[in-house]
């Protein structure tokens, strides 16, 4: 089984060859406006305007579900809803969603094998959803190294 690859750098700038898709979580509320779209809407502003529309729409808005944005030639952003609320909530239960990030990479893990894309991430789930690199981590082995794609996480320099 393929393993992950571990880069220091920016995840919006992917080092790869070939068709690439950059993914990171957001929330089931609609809310974009800290962490790692920020980034991401400052290079380009589709994927926040789709997530917007997305939202919008109510249709298959939830938990669990992808929305993929073609950004350049070679290169799509995938909008994973895996984070409920945005916050904590009273008993310390913290806004990631783990069941919902595995249901997003195995549809990710469609799209990407339909593209030929690799994948590239910051430690999805681990900043402000306050999720757990230990948790996320066997869940990338299940999903999207299991199926042969080949991913890079990016740590921020």
Request: aromatic share 8%.
């Amino acid at each position: 089984m393929k393993k992950i690859t571990y880069l220091k750098g920016d995840a919006t700038n992917p080092q790869s060859k070939g068709n690439k898709v950059i993914t990171h979580i957001c929330n089931d509320i609609g809310g974009w406006g800290k962490g790692f779209v920020l980034a991401i809407s400052n290079r380009w502003k589709m994927p926040e305007n789709e997530y917007r529309k997305w939202f919008k729409s109510g249709g298959n808005f939830k938990l669990g579900e992808i929305q993929m944005v073609k950004v350049e030639k070679n290169l799509w952003i995938c909008n994973m809803i895996g984070q409920h609320k945005t916050i904590t909530n009273l008993i310390g239960i913290p806004p990631i969603c783990y069941e919902a990030v595995e249901q997003c990479l195995e549809k990710l893990s469609v799209e990407a094998i339909k593209l030929n894309a690799s994948i590239h991430m910051p430690r999805i789930g681990c900043g402000l959803a306050g999720g757990k690199w230990e948790e996320i981590e066997p869940i990338i082995e299940r999903t999207l190294l299991q199926n042969n794609i080949d991913v890079y996480v990016y740590d921020f320099k």
